[in-house]
């Protein structure tokens, strides 16, 4: 199963723009690529997803890497609201469910 | 508004009990999982469901068992709980990926139900 990597924890001022990493070197041509965030207390929610093009939605914008192995989550300003943890995960094309693994995410601190 | 509810939100067990975590979902989704979060170690796939009866493995499976006997109600089981399952437990549903038809498999999750085994 194609696994992702981010980074432990990030840090951004309030009102600053937040970019977080992800690493999916072993991603396969129809995976798409999923991120989720949970905040304190509650189950994990959808963010926004990309295949291969970058996305833009009311939460957030994707950018894709041009060879897929990457791809940024990008918060454009950062509010208190926003301190949780990020996961990236791979979810791909199928008919039927499959695995999918989310890992330890990107806890992401937002400070005044 | 789509909906995944867990049973409850916090239950306390002793070693040895017999455990249900109940999960159901209003959205008519063929996919359930059940997953649970430790500190340190992010959220680990336990069992996940794609269809009524069908099940399969996720990546930490032992210790754990299913049913789906439902479409919309998917149930772990702890046959025998011990101390080392004592973790948050979150389950999800999705509907079936189908391409390029608009659905892109989002998965709703439930609020978790904290399960602390003396």
């Known amino acids: 199963d194609a696994k992702t990597t981010q980074p432990n924890s990030m840090e951004s001022n309030e009102e600053e723009p937040v970019h977080l990493p992800c690493n999916h070197s072993t991603i396969s041509g129809t995976d798409y690529i999923h991120w989720y965030r949970q905040l304190p207390s509650q189950g994990p929610e959808y963010v926004i997803h990309?295949?291969?093009s970058n996305v833009n939605n009311r939460m957030a914008s994707l950018a894709i890497a041009e060879d897929r192995k990457s791809s940024t989550l990008i918060l454009h300003r950062a509010t208190l609201r926003d301190a949780a943890v990020y996961y990236c995960?791979?979810?791909?094309?199928?008919?039927?469910?499959?695995?999918?693994?989310f890992g330890t995410g990107t806890r992401l601190q937002v400070t005044l | 508004d789509v909906k995944v509810t867990q049973s409850s939100r916090y239950l306390v067990k002793r070693t040895g009990e017999k455990v249900f975590l109940e999960c159901v979902q209003d959205?008519?989704?063929?996919?359930m999982f059940w997953y649970r979060q430790d500190p340190g170690l992010g959220l680990r796939l336990i069992y996940f469901?794609?269809?009524?009866?069908?099940?399969e493995k996720g990546d930490i499976p032992e210790g754990y068992s299913v049913s789906r006997e439902k479409k919309e109600r998917f149930s772990l089981i702890l046959e025998s709980a011990s101390t080392n399952q004592t973790s948050m437990y979150l389950c999800a549903s999705s509907l079936v990926l189908l391409g390029t038809s608009g659905n892109i498999g989002e998965l709703f999750f439930g609020e978790g139900s904290r399960l602390t085994v003396l």
């Open positions: 995960i791979l979810r791909p094309l199928t008919g039927t469910a499959s695995k999918l693994t």
């Open positions: 959205m008519d989704h063929e996919n």
């Open positions: 469901s794609y269809d009524v009866k069908m099940k």
């Open positions: 990309g295949l291969t």
